[in-house]
């Protein structure tokens, strides 16, 4: 009996979706293997969660790819990836393209992050206000340089919504590639301002390490009537508790798994009391605090 080639497709289509669906059902919230991308300026605080996670539930293999904001989201919307760590939520319209592959969007926020800038420990440069960022970002000369680490990512769109703009300057502004290398070029180039996500210069890799002794975190004073404008504010978790430090953002795991699986095993690890003290530990805010344990001795 000849078979057509439609009938060769259907084959081959049914025995892709049969190895798809053995494949799901062998994972559960905390067993199995999958992937996920998150953004790469969170990539101190993503790595210590999946070795935690790891090392607790052994059979979870979790493969973490670390991208800028814009690629981590069109891996979303591509199905790509059914889990991303962002910091930012999704839009309607991308929750509607998502869902149109009969997929449930969750959302969860499990930590606030803050945009820090740090500048050379030789530098004057101690202290900035966001005006003055603003301006910068907004083409005004200053004579100070603003280093980003891409300018496809979270940090710099989060400051071109603050400065209302649609596009960067010519002037004043030198995007890189990653967080690493803004450390590195802060640490070789005295005059220049890096911007980055605070977990990297709390929790820096070995090689940074050095060259994040060579840096300082540079005080932020907020605009007049907002958070934080009574003087000037370094991150810390304090600060960002009591939100006075006024450049914070908020962190999420974001969940496009059908059914249970290990995203939602790791968003519900990440929000419970382990997950959360790994945060607690890196330096960010916890999304709830966790709670103390007060030994009393008799």
């Known amino acids: 009996m000849k078979i057509s080639m439609k009938q060769s497709?259907?084959?081959?289509?049914?025995?892709?979706?049969?190895?798809?669906?053995c494949e799901n059902s062998k994972q559960t919230e905390t067993t199995g293997s999958t992937r996920l991308v998150a953004d790469e300026s969170l990539m101190p605080i993503v790595e210590d969660q999946v070795i935690v996670f790891e090392n607790i539930y052994k059979n979870a293999d979790i493969e973490a790819e670390y991208k800028h904001e814009k690629a981590v989201i069109n891996d979303l919307l591509t199905d790509s990836t059914k889990i991303a760590?962002?910091?930012?939520?999704?839009?309607?319209?991308?929750?509607?393209?998502?869902?149109?592959?009969?997929?449930?969007?969750?959302?969860?926020?499990?930590?606030?992050d803050a945009v820090t800038f740090v500048s050379n420990k030789?530098?004057?440069?101690?202290?900035?206000?966001?005006?003055?960022i603003i301006d910068i970002l907004k083409g005004v000369p200053s004579g100070r340089q603003l280093v980003f680490d891409n300018p496809n990512s979270s940090i710099v769109r989060y400051l071109m919504e603050l400065a209302e703009i649609s596009s960067l300057p010519a002037k004043g502004i030198y995007a890189l590639n990653s967080n690493a290398e803004v450390i590195k070029y802060v640490h070789n180039n005295l005059g220049s301002i890096g911007v980055i996500g605070f977990n990297w210069i709390k929790q820096p890799t070995v090689e940074l390490e050095?060259?994040?002794?060579?840096?300082?975190?540079?005080?932020?004073k907020g605009l007049p009537g907002k958070s934080g404008s009574d003087k000037f504010y370094r991150p810390s978790q304090d600060n960002l508790a009591l939100e006075n430090y006024p450049l914070s953002r908020n962190l999420y795991i974001i969940n496009c798994q059908g059914g249970g699986g290990l995203g939602l095993g790791f968003a519900a690890f990440l929000a419970g009391d382990v997950g959360q003290r790994v945060i607690l530990k890196s330096g960010l805010l916890p999304d709830s605090m966790p709670p103390r344990e007060i030994i009393i001795r008799k």
């Open 210 to 220: 050095p060259l994040v002794a060579g840096l300082k975190i540079m005080g932020v």
């Open 9 to 21: 497709f259907t084959v081959i289509l049914l025995s892709l979706v049969f190895l798809s669906s």
């Open 85 to 112: 760590i962002t910091s930012r939520m999704l839009t309607p319209r991308e929750v509607a393209v998502i869902e149109k592959r009969d997929m449930k969007v969750r959302v969860n926020r499990f930590a606030v």
């Open 122 to 132: 030789n530098s004057a440069d101690t202290v900035i206000t966001v005006q003055e």
